[in-house]
């Protein structure tokens, strides 16, 4: 377990997300009179932006996937199976077993903190330990891509019409259409992510979602099924900085790249021998 009360590293994630659909990353109902029913995202001055919490839930959901069929496959890393639990239904960490920790911690009115918490990380699974929970807080922080082309694009949101579709007649049903604004292909929004006291290999395993999004595989925001929200990354760097070289960093120096694919290949080899151990 990574201390949570001192700093070991810090790793700087920046990518280039180059839309090659549409995006549609809704922002609730328009607050105009004339406005499409499902605007996009916009900062105050009107240019589109990806929420970080909408890119967080894309690679969190990929990455439960991976990780569960990696641990129904018997992979462990550091000796302890990978494990993705379902947050919603069937939480690593229930609400009941906290408040137990909670108790079993608490004397004269003052709870063993670190103690705690280190049970609680016990507890947790693989993908809450890296991107948190109710109980723990994340270590990967994903700041709003915000649009970088703007001046490129000949404008900045599109709107399109949608209907509604009857199930059993296969046809669109009466009064129900709608419009919904999307932001045009060919948009560039910078990515950034910031982890905080990794091991590599756990930086590997988000490169590997990453990746995915890297070759286009992955796409964010809503309508994906109906070709919206495909994207590629381009130009994916990880910089690092670590306890011993803190005071540069302070002093402003650049943190030191780091190869994107020996991060991979720690985390695959870290499975390797995770599997010749559980073997």
């Not at 993908?127 to 703007?150: E, H, K, M, V």
């Not at 000949?154 to 019409?161: A, F, P, S």
């Not at 995915?212 to 900085?241: D, H, Q």
């Amino acid at each position: 377990m990574r201390d949570f009360y001192t700093f070991a590293n810090r790793y700087f994630i920046e990518a280039d997300l180059v839309m090659k659909t549409a995006l549609s990353v809704g922002a609730g109902t328009s607050v105009q009179p004339a406005g499409p029913d499902q605007p996009v995202m916009k900062t105050p001055d009107g240019v589109p932006y990806i929420p970080g919490s909408s890119l967080k839930g894309v690679v969190r959901s990929h990455l439960e996937r991976l990780v569960r069929t990696l641990g129904c496959m018997g992979k462990t890393i550091d000796g302890q199976k990978l494990h993705a639990c379902d947050p919603f239904s069937s939480p690593c960490v229930t609400p009941d077993y906290k408040d137990k920790l909670a108790r079993r911690y608490l004397a004269g009115g003052i709870l063993n903190d670190a103690e705690f918490t280190c049970q609680l990380w016990q507890q947790s699974c693989t993908i809450c330990r890296l991107f948190g929970s109710p109980w723990l807080s994340s270590r990967l922080y994903f700041q709003d891509a915000l649009l970088t082309n703007q001046s490129e694009l000949g404008r900045l949101t599109e709107v399109r019409d949608g209907v509604g579709i009857d199930r059993d007649l296969g046809s669109a049903r009466p009064k129900i259409k709608f419009a919904f604004e999307v932001v045009p292909r060919d948009s560039v929004f910078r990515l950034r992510v910031i982890g905080e006291n990794l091991q590599e290999w756990e930086v590997g395993l988000l490169l590997v979602a990453l990746q995915a999004m890297e070759r286009g595989e992955l796409p964010v925001g809503g309508k994906s099924t109906r070709g919206l929200g495909w994207a590629e990354l381009r130009g994916l760097e990880v910089r690092r900085i670590e306890a011993q070289d803190l005071l540069d960093f302070l002093r402003g120096e650049r943190p030191e790249a780091v190869s994107v694919q020996g991060l991979v290949q720690q985390f695959m080899a870290a499975l390797e021998r995770g599997g010749e151990r559980h073997a």
